[in-house]
């Protein structure tokens, strides 16, 4: 099937991957196998992004409260990264896609971290497609780790104890050389932000599926980018000023 053609590309794509349990018992299937399944929609999904020329692709795959799951299950999850990392880096680097993580990642397990930096450094090159696991990630614990970076650099004279840019402040976030994210997918039907990329998101467009992320499809995807193209981004601004802004200057040659 050829590509879809989009009036325009988000630069960033940021998903929220839900719905991984439901889609398991709903086949009477234990949980696991949900994430199981889950890996494979995320294989699929990078390669789909990739294809539609997204740039970012940050997915939600380890929040700081999933710690709060049973042990078996949180066990599982990180084996399966540390699978999905042996088995995918090769595809990594023959796509060019640069891995990045976002979160406390030094509190997970060591097999997973040593897998981690070596995709990282495999990949580190490419510049044209990023890839970025958000893992043991939240946004308010990624709140305290900047204004605690944010803290050291005003005491060592780094930053001045006058300057209260936005920018200042975003350059001690995880996502610091990161664009913010334009388009935020959650799949499983449900609405909420579940504290991930709370301050970067505060532009993006939101768009809810009723699909569990293991049957997160291609069509899917590209449904969702058409929706963010039928949406108006005003950044603040007035619906009016973004048509005179859009409208040829009347009277010029
Ligand atoms: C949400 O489904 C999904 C997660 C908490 C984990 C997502 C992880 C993966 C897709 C696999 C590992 C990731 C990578 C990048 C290899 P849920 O369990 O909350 O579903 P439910 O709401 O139906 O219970």
Redesign the pocket.
Same mark, same amino acid.
């Given at each position: 099937m050829a590509d879809p053609t989009f009036a325009h590309v988000p630069r960033h794509v940021a998903i929220i991957?839900?719905?991984?349990?439901?889609?398991a018992q709903q086949r009477g299937l234990p949980?696991v196998e949900?994430?199981r399944r889950?890996?494979e929609?995320?294989r699929k999904t990078i390669e789909t992004a990739r294809d539609f020329g997204i740039e970012y692709l940050t =997915?939600y795959?380890?929040?700081v409260e999933?710690w709060r799951r049973p042990e078996d299950e949180v066990g599982a999850?990180m084996n399966?990264?540390e699978y999905?990392l042996k088995k995918e880096t090769k595809t990594l680097i023959k796509n060019r896609v640069r891995l990045r993580t976002i979160g406390r990642t030094q509190d997970l397990p060591a097999k997973v971290r040593r897998e981690l930096d070596r995709t990282i450094e495999a990949t580190a090159d490419f510049t044209e497609h990023t890839l970025v =696991?958000a893992l043991n990630y939240g946004s308010r614990t990624e709140v305290v780790d900047a204004a605690q970076s944010f803290a050291a650099a005003v005491q060592s004279g780094e930053i001045s104890p006058d300057d209260k840019s936005w920018e200042a402040f975003a350059r001690r976030l995880y996502t610091h050389d990161i664009p913010d994210p334009d388009l935020v997918i959650r799949t499983?039907g449900e609405t909420r932000v579940s504290n991930f990329l709370l301050l970067q998101a505060a532009y993006a467009e939101f768009v809810f599926l009723p699909s569990?992320?293991p049957d997160f499809s291609r069509d899917e995807f590209a449904q969702a980018i058409e929706e963010f193209n039928r949406r108006e981004r005003r950044f603040g601004r007035t619906g009016d000023q973004l048509t005179a802004a859009a409208a040829p200057v009347s009277g010029a040659s």
């Open positions: 991957m839900d719905g991984n349990g439901r889609w949980r949900g994430h889950g890996v929609t995320v =997915l795959a380890f929040s999933n999850l399966l990264l999905f =696991l499983s569990f992320w």
